[in-house]
């Protein structure tokens, strides 16, 4: 007899829907934020989209960013050169938890410790890749992770 099948993180989160919502307030709060907005400037109107399709695929939904809007080459090229400091890093996963409790993601504290634990590991992929100056010195990881 075959094993139940555990539901996905994306499916825990509640799918595309909630993701977005939950990115749409944490962007909101980047572009006012003093120490990240440099980071996004004036915001990319593609910039909700991409980052709740990256979320969405890591977290075990559609595998749209990578099929459709480049994987981890687009990934790469939006943190190249931004020199993300160890601040930085920090409030973007502070300020995404926070949107995660406001938006009501989710109420299983196990879930949001993963997804939390998932930002930790996503942003440090994006700031050892941010201060890369070649190939070589890109983080281990080169593609769109799934988590957990």
Not at 33 to 46: K, N, S, T
Request: negative net charge.
């Amino acid at each position: 007899m075959a094993e139940p099948r555990t539901a996905t993180h994306y499916e825990q989160l509640g799918g595309e829907a909630n993701l977005r919502r939950t990115v749409d307030a944490f962007y909101s709060s980047v572009l006012k934020d003093p120490l990240l907005q440099p980071l996004f400037g004036e915001g990319a109107p593609h910039h909700v989209d991409h980052l709740t399709a990256f979320l969405a695929e890591v977290f075990g939904g559609p595998a749209r960013y990578t099929e459709e809007l480049g994987g981890f080459a687009t990934l790469l090229a939006a943190h190249r050169g931004l020199a993300i400091t160890d601040e930085q890093r920090a409030r973007f996963v502070e300020l995404f938890d926070t949107a995660a409790r406001e938006q009501a993601l989710t109420g299983d504290e196990a879930l949001l410790r993963s997804v939390h634990d998932y930002l930790e590991f996503g942003t440090e992929v994006a700031q050892v890749n941010s201060h890369a100056e070649g190939d070589t010195d890109l983080h281990p990881c080169q593609e769109v992770p799934r988590w957990p």
